[in-house]
């Protein structure tokens, strides 16, 4: 189950039996942990591994290859035996619109973190344009379940993550990882996702039980993905002589794409990522 995308979690109790994200209580306790953790994180990612001097030019980095084709396995076995499945039988008894629907509700959600995700990367035009589009989808589309700000020609949402502010920060790559449940994903972008938990505003904001919803709404989005794109996906997992290398170079040259960096071009595999950003057939 090779999808480059996560379910935000439930707040964690943590010490003093306080919710650890959930500045009700103890506010400037839970502020200092929330700070020493994004510190921490920031720290180990500039250890991420460089490979040596002699390794070619926009060659994948997987020194931890072992490791990762045997959670490559197991991802696949959970995505033949639940999420497969799953998403079919989702899909067959939700109507496209519905999903959909939910789908662009869930991404409407996300906005709020790219917004300051472009801030921290000096992307002001960025910023502004998801600005706009969450305000005119959360009001005109209702909370986002319809895509006015499309049907109005607003420029897309840029999608921007912490992997992508630590691209821009100067952070090296690191090796690639495959993540159990979650997939491909370099040593920046895992702990850039780590680190998105903290920046959407909306998650200090959203309480029980709507808090429900948005986490529904994520998984709802990754059934809908799977099933719309399940061709495409099956074809590398299950078709392709190495599923592994297959989905370590579709991964490499889409997210070098999204970052800006030029040794995408390196890759010999010419297609995007299935997992992310596939347009959905016709």
């Not at 400037?28 to 180990?44: D, E, H, K, P, Q």
């Not at 079919?88 to 790219?114: C, H, K, M, R, W």
């Not at 190495?242 to 297609?271: H, I, K």
Request: contains cysteine.
């Amino acid at each position: 189950m090779d999808m480059g995308v996560y379910v935000h979690p439930k707040p964690v109790t943590a010490i003093c039996d306080v919710k650890l994200f959930d500045t009700r209580y103890l506010p400037a306790c839970t502020r200092g942990l929330r700070f020493f953790l994004l510190s921490l994180i920031l720290t180990v990612v500039a250890a991420c591994s460089t490979p040596p001097a002699d390794h070619p030019p926009g060659e994948p980095w997987d020194p931890y290859e072992n490791t990762n084709r045997a959670i490559h396995s197991f991802n696949k076995g959970v995505d033949r035996a639940v999420l497969r499945p799953v998403s079919n039988t989702y899909s067959g008894i939700v109507g496209d619109e519905v999903e959909d629907a939910i789908s662009q509700f869930s991404d409407n959600l996300s906005i709020p973190g790219a917004v300051v995700n472009n801030v921290l990367q000096g992307n002001m035009k960025g910023a502004t344009e998801d600005t706009y589009r969450f305000v005119v989808n959360s009001t005109f589309g209702f909370l986002g379940f319809f895509d006015v700000a499309t049907e109005f020609n607003m420029p897309r949402a840029t999608d921007a993550d912490f992997g992508q502010t630590l691209a821009v920060w100067g952070v090296p790559e690191g090796a690639y990882v495959e993540r159990p449940i979650f997939g491909p994903s370099t040593q920046r972008d895992s702990f850039g996702g780590l680190v998105d938990l903290f920046l959407n505003p909306l998650d200090y904001w959203i309480r029980d039980p709507e808090e429900y919803w948005t986490a529904g709404a994520s998984v709802s989005s990754v059934l809908s993905q799977r099933s719309r794109f399940g061709s495409t996906i099956d074809s590398v997992l299950y078709e392709s002589a190495d599923s592994y290398a297959q989905s370590r170079s579709l991964y490499l040259q889409n997210r070098r794409f999204e970052v800006g960096d030029s040794s995408s071009e390196d890759l010999l595999d010419p297609f995007n990522d299935p997992f992310l950003d596939l347009e959905a057939p016709e």
